[in-house]
């Protein structure tokens, strides 16, 4: 079974810091939903963030923000 190609995200707030997987091909608007669940946050007061980037909702983890 192919997975496809995994992303490492780091996730931060306050003093907790969280190591998560992804598809390649998840949008960060998926990613921001789960991070909901984990650090009962909202989507819109999440700050996903590429290359020092500020990254919008649509954007897939493979594709430049």
């Not at 003093?15 to 669940?37: D, H, L, N, P």
């Amino acid at each position: 079974m192919d997975k496809g190609i995994q992303v490492f995200l780091m996730i931060r707030r306050h003093k907790t810091t969280i190591f998560k997987e992804a598809k390649e091909s998840s949008t960060v608007f998926q990613q921001k939903r789960v991070v909901r669940v984990i650090l009962q946050r909202p989507p819109e007061e999440q700050r996903l963030y590429k290359d020092d980037q500020t990254c919008p909702y649509t954007v897939y983890f493979h594709q430049k923000a």
